[in-house]
């Protein structure tokens, strides 16, 4: 069982940033497709961007291109990924969490479909709270 770890959330005002962080305690991260969603009150999970396990590849939804970006730490052995979020708005207020895939494609799958879902993500860490104050 891969239990992820999120850190790096926090209270910003608008137009801020933040750097989201995914790892696993006695696991690389390194070939899994990681992927962050993010749940706001009374709202359903939706996906934000990913990372492919497979190339590196990476997908954005609409409501964070230009803004946010992805990458992922081969150096240090473990695969962290990261979440950079830049020009926070309030509306990007909510839990973030995020899913590995362990097959690795599911990023792939989300840049043909052009929607990152969450079903088939293998495991998920326990969310980190964003609070972008206007």
């Known amino acids: 069982q891969v239990q992820l770890v999120e850190s790096g959330g926090g209270l910003v005002q608008s137009g801020g940033s933040l750097r989201l962080s995914c790892s696993a305690s006695g696991y690389t991260l390194k070939r899994f497709a990681i992927g962050w969603f993010r749940q706001a009150p009374g709202k359903k999970r939706e996906g934000v961007s990913c990372i492919s396990g497979e190339d590196g590849s990476t997908y954005y939804e609409d409501f964070v291109k230009g803004r946010f970006s992805i990458s992922r730490d081969n150096a240090n052995g473990t695969g962290t990924v990261y979440l950079y979020m830049n020009n926070l708005k309030p509306e990007d207020s909510a839990v973030y969490y995020c899913?590995?895939?362990?097959?690795?494609?599911?990023?792939?799958?989300?840049?043909?479909?052009?929607?990152?879902?969450?079903?088939?993500?293998?495991?998920w860490g326990q969310g980190t709270q964003v609070t972008v104050s206007s």
């Open positions: 899913g590995a895939d362990v097959e690795g494609y599911r990023c792939l799958a989300a840049q043909r479909a052009g929607v990152l879902g969450d079903r088939d993500f293998d495991f």
